[in-house]
């Protein structure tokens, strides 16, 4: 590959359709695990309420990016809205 070869591609990686709506669909399953482990533990246990909730919060990070990610992908005639988390 030449250099101007290099210059042209684009920097960001190719991402199958596919692979994101699995991303997708595991954080959200994810996420909603985590949001029930959270209302069934008591005051007691701060130390996982703590840890549930860093989780949590990394989760809908990463579900935000794969769905801008996404969003970026398809064209807007196909978009479906998204669900606020």
Known sequence: MTFT???KR???????????????????ME????SDWLR???NSEAEQQI???DMLQ??????????LQKAELTPPSKQAPTAKI
Do not use: H
């Not at 996420?31 to 985590?34: D, G, V």
């Not at 990394?58 to 769905?67: C, G, H, Q, V």
């Open 10 to 28: 684009s920097r960001e990686p190719a991402i199958e359709p596919d692979l994101l709506d699995q991303g997708i669909a595991q954080l959200k």
């Open 5 to 7: 070869d290099k210059r």
């Open 58 to 67: 990394s989760r809908k990070e990463m579900l935000r990016a794969l769905e």
């Open 40 to 42: 069934n533990l008591d």
């Open 51 to 53: 840890s549930y909730k």
């Open 31 to 34: 996420i909603q695990i985590l």
